[in-house]
């Protein structure tokens, strides 16, 4: 146990040296004037959304934005009245596309928001969520970023609910572990091949995609935005961080929830390798289970080295609570849900594997 102990720690010391300062706060933008102001499609892919559509566009057609902003909003065959929804709020700035059928080989959001871009004419696109407000000086903040920095790409983890016990618990670690796989600073790091991205919000330049091949080149990919952002990374810069103009509004009140979330995409991120699967278990156990039963049943050196990795975690937590206001008492909890989506990421490969797949918005992936 010594030697298991120690190895953990080890690990811990390089996260927290070595691996892009990845449990840092991590940038965020504040509002700003672009310097000027090109046309902006958005374009917002929805199905199923009717308890969240109408106050999402509402937020976009707030916008302060000075530019010519046309939004579309692609009704991906929704059986809820999401374009009724939409269509009540009458405003010649918003289109509503009825979705055509989803064509072999195509993810469901990727072909909705290939639509979108079908019908767009602008210079900049935003690829947004249905589930998704946004401040009225958010489009314009995304503007002058990516025209400040010569962006291709920027995107933001928009802020997630944490009111429920479940999302208390487990939102605040899907955030912290987003960032230990992409660390923020790598992402933006013009010369490390490390890409992400948030698809909450992207705005990209139109150009850029038609580089990479456009959304077709890409088009059975779940994990769409990571993917996108990989691809506009070889040739251009990206830019991601947190956002203080964007929130979601959907709820996640229990742990299932949470679950079908994460497993959804889990096993797709380990690109369906049982290898990696039993590397990423092995990984786990070690770096996020092991402190904490090393510095509870172990004594002595082993002890010693546990309760140091322990803290380590504990401390490299504590910005990613602070940022969804949450006590530091939280951060004893981590242990625990990162069992929870170990837990998660096999349930994935399992339902792969028998061919289930993931059930998510009426469609089945496998």
């Given at each position: 146990?010594?030697?298991?102990?120690?190895?953990?720690l080890?690990?811990?010391?390089y996260?927290?040296?070595?691996h892009?300062?990845?449990?840092?706060?991590?940038?965020v933008?504040?509002?700003?004037?672009?310097?000027?102001?090109p046309?902006?499609?958005?374009?917002v892919?929805?199905?199923?959304?009717?308890?969240s559509?109408?106050?999402?566009?509402?937020?976009?057609?707030?916008?302060?934005?000075?530019g010519?902003?046309h939004?579309?909003?692609?009704d991906?065959?929704?059986?809820?009245g999401?374009?009724?929804?939409?269509?009540?709020?009458?405003?010649?700035?918003?289109?509503?596309?009825?979705?055509?059928?989803?064509?072999?080989?195509?993810s469901g959001?990727l072909?909705?928001?290939?639509?979108?871009v079908e019908?767009?004419?602008?210079?900049?696109?935003?690829?947004?969520?249905?589930?998704?407000e946004?401040?009225?000086?958010?489009?314009?903040?995304?503007v002058a970023?990516?025209?400040?920095?010569?962006?291709?790409?920027?995107?933001?983890?928009?802020?997630?609910?944490?009111?429920?016990l479940?999302?208390r618990?487990?939102?605040p670690?899907?955030?912290?572990?987003?960032?230990?796989?992409?660390?923020?600073?790598?992402v933006?790091?013009?010369?490390?091949p490390?890409a992400?991205a948030?698809?909450?919000?992207?705005?990209?330049?139109?150009?850029?995609l038609?580089r990479?091949?456009?959304?077709?080149?890409?088009?059975?990919?779940?994990?769409?935005?990571v993917t996108?952002?990989?691809?506009?990374?070889?040739g251009?810069?990206?830019?991601l961080?947190?956002?203080?103009?964007?929130?979601?509004?959907?709820p996640?009140?229990g742990?299932?929830?949470?679950?079908?979330?994460?497993?959804?995409?889990?096993?797709t991120?380990?690109?369906?390798?049982p290898?990696?699967?039993?590397g990423?278990?092995?990984g786990?156990?070690l770096?996020?289970?092991?402190?904490?039963?090393?510095?509870?049943?172990?004594?002595?050196?082993?002890?010693l080295?546990g309760?140091?990795?322990?803290?380590?975690?504990?401390?490299?937590?504590l910005p990613?609570?602070?940022?969804?206001?949450?006590?530091?008492?939280?951060?004893?909890?981590l242990?625990?849900?990162?069992a929870f989506?170990?837990?998660?990421t096999?349930?994935?490969a399992?339902?792969?594997?028998?061919?289930?797949?993931?059930m998510?918005?009426?469609?089945?992936y496998?």
């Open positions: 146990m010594l030697l298991l102990a120690a190895l953990s080890a690990v811990w010391v996260l927290l040296l070595g892009g300062r990845f449990w840092q706060a991590g940038p933008l504040v509002p700003a004037v672009p310097n000027h102001a046309a902006v499609t958005v374009i892919p929805a199905r199923d959304e009717a308890a559509v109408g106050r999402a566009l509402r937020s976009l057609l707030a916008q302060t934005y000075l010519h902003l939004i579309i909003l692609v991906d065959q929704s059986r809820d999401t374009a009724e929804v939409a269509r009540a709020l009458r405003d010649s700035r918003l289109s509503i596309l009825e979705g055509r059928e989803r064509p072999p080989g195509w959001k072909w909705a928001l290939a639509q979108g019908a767009a004419g602008s210079e900049f696109l935003m690829f947004t969520d249905a589930d998704i946004h401040h009225p000086e958010h489009i314009a903040t995304l970023q990516l025209q400040k920095g010569g962006f291709d790409l920027v995107s933001e983890m928009v802020a997630l609910n944490c009111e429920s479940a999302e618990a487990l939102v670690a899907f955030v912290f572990f987003f960032a230990l796989l992409y660390p923020f600073e790598r933006n790091d013009p010369e490390s490390t992400a948030a698809g909450g919000t992207m705005l990209l330049r139109a150009a850029a038609e990479v091949g456009g959304l077709a080149a890409m088009r059975g990919a779940l994990i769409d935005d996108l952002a990989g691809r506009i990374k070889q251009g810069k990206i830019w961080g947190h956002s203080g103009l964007a929130a979601s509004i959907r996640y009140p742990a299932a929830d949470v679950w079908r979330m994460v497993a959804r995409t889990a096993y991120q380990l690109e369906y390798s290898l990696v699967l039993a990423t278990v092995v786990m156990v770096v996020w289970l092991l402190p904490p039963i090393a510095a509870l049943l172990c004594r002595g050196p082993a002890q080295a309760l140091l990795a322990w803290a380590c975690m504990t401390g490299a937590y990613t609570l602070g940022r969804f206001k949450l006590r530091p008492a939280w951060a004893l909890v242990p625990a849900t990162a989506y170990t837990a998660a096999i349930g994935s399992i339902d792969h594997i028998t061919g289930r797949g993931v998510w918005k009426r469609r089945s496998t």
